[in-house]
Nanobody, 126 residues
Framework: LQLVESGGGEVQPGGSLRLSCTAA????????IAWFRQAPGKEREGVSC????????DTAESVKGRFTISRDSAKKTVTLEMSSLKPEDTGVYFC????????????????????WGQGTQVTVSS
């Protein structure tokens, strides 16, 4: 399973970006997907996750109200919409996957996820 992130870039504070996560040749329908980020010199942290059924999502307090996760089965994509971006949102953003028969499970702990993308850089700077 190869996960591919896209949509990163550089934006001014207050701006918006949309990150996408897809899997080449693989459906994400039975997978819980999460977004993580890692800033220079800091540990990786969970940002948002969505269950395989799409019924449950969770978002870190630091981005709640600004970031929204969603999934589109037809497009085989999980999207992270980021708005009101702050300099502290800067980092490499990774999507991660875990097969899950529980359609209502998701987690912001990286210990649960088995496949990872290469990451996409997000830079928020004036």
């Amino acid at each position: 399973l190869q996960l591919v992130e896209s949509g990163g870039g550089e934006v001014q504070p207050g701006g918006s970006l949309r990150l996408s996560c897809t899997a080449a040749g693989f459906t994400l329908d039975y997978s819980t997907i999460a977004w993580f980020r890692q800033a220079p010199g800091k540990e990786r942290e969970g940002v948002s996750c969505i269950s395989s059924g799409g019924d449950r999502s969770d978002t870190a307090e630091s981005v709640k109200g600004r970031f929204t996760i969603s999934r589109d089965s037809a497009k085989k994509t999980v999207t992270l919409e980021m708005s009101s971006l702050k300099p502290e949102d800067t980092g490499v953003y990774f999507c991660a996957q875990r097969m899950s028969s529980n359609h209502n499970w998701c987690s912001l702990s990286d210990a649960y996820f088995t496949s990872w993308g290469q990451g996409t850089q997000v830079t928020v700077s004036s």
